[in-house]
């Protein structure tokens, strides 16, 4: 192998697909990124056994080869020329990469590439075309949600619905649900359900780029994976087995009591009651108030700490029903306020014992988005 590529599209390929190197494991290769030489452009990548990511990037292409390279190593040293050309050639006897740029000569030592695992060959014709954009904003809001508990592994995945022509995404953790969907531009063909891990979904929003590119989805029949590809980025990942749970059941069907308030205010207190409240039981107290006839409704948001102190913050609302209190973990609701990108948004409740739900408020029929949070005892 012997070919010649832009310092920074090396560097940008190696920053994608660096993610998916296994830094502890008992197969030497997993340390490594594979560059390879794949029709006039020049292919990394890296895998874990369970995420594959891979990237094609330009290049110059005198010798065909392949090899893999020390990621860590390889990393660090593209990250730190100056010079704007690499020259990269392999010595296939001794596994030996040159790697010039300017006045820099390295030789690392590399691992055949036969013993790198194959990534999927599958026809992109089977897959299924979203827009970029759409699938980075739905990403966005339910992948803060699953579970970071392995002993139930299906709640650490997010389910992927497909349905006619509509895309659902949900993930839950026992204490908060979310769920986004979205209009797909062709309709399927058959119901897909799938639950991908949350990381993998993690990592496409990072390597998938923006614009107005679609992402294809692949599920290969039989295989256990997904395989998500744009124009210079594939991303395998291993699917997770199991029942995910019936989250239409959780999702509250009426509320007695809902306000309407500034989405920048309502986080902004949430911050100040998380400074507070995060010391102890992650509590802050929700005081939801009508307003008079010539008075604006008012949500009160505290957090305390016997170590710390108090803080209180009261936001003008929109109120439809009687007064509550009810209690929640600031730090979920700091988190579903953040990937919300409405002006205003709804907090719907009907009792401090029962599930809240917080949808975004733009206009009418804007249903695409909705987050369940389970109270917390306010005595506690």
Sequence with gaps: MKVSVLQENLAHGLSIVSR???????????ANVLVATDEG????????????????????????????????????????????????????????LNVRSGASNTNLKCIDSQEFPPMPVVDSALGIQINIVDLKEMIQQVVFAPSSDEARPILTGVLINLRENQITMASADGFRLSVRKAELSTPVSHPVNAVIPARALGELARVSGDGDKAVTMILPPGRGQVIFRTKDVELVSQLIEGNFPDYEQIIPRRFETRAVLSTAAFLKACKQAEIFAREGTHIARIHISPGGELQPGT?????????????QNVVDASIEGDSLLIAFNVRFMREVLEVIKT??????????????????????????????????????
């Design 20 to 30: 998916a190197v296994s830094p502890r494991s008992t197969l030497p290769v997993l």
């Design 41 to 96: 452009r020049l292919r990394l990548s890296a895998t874990n056994l369970e995420l594959g990511i891979t990237c094609w990037i330009g290049a110059k292409i005198q010798e065909e080869g392949s090899t893999t390279v020390p990621a860590r190593a390889f990393t660090e040293l593209i990250g730190t020329l100056a010079d704007k050309q690499v020259d990269m050639a392999l010595t296939v006897r001794t596994q030996t």
């Design 299 to 311: 949500v009160e948001i505290s957090g305390q700490s016997d170590e710390t102190g108090f803080n």
């Design 343 to 380: 002006p205003n948004v709804a907090l719907e409740v009907s009792t401090d014992t029962s599930p809240g739900v917080i949808r975004p408020v733009s206009g009418p029929g804007d249903d695409n988005f909705l987050h369940v949070i389970m109270p917390m005892h306010l005595g506690s």
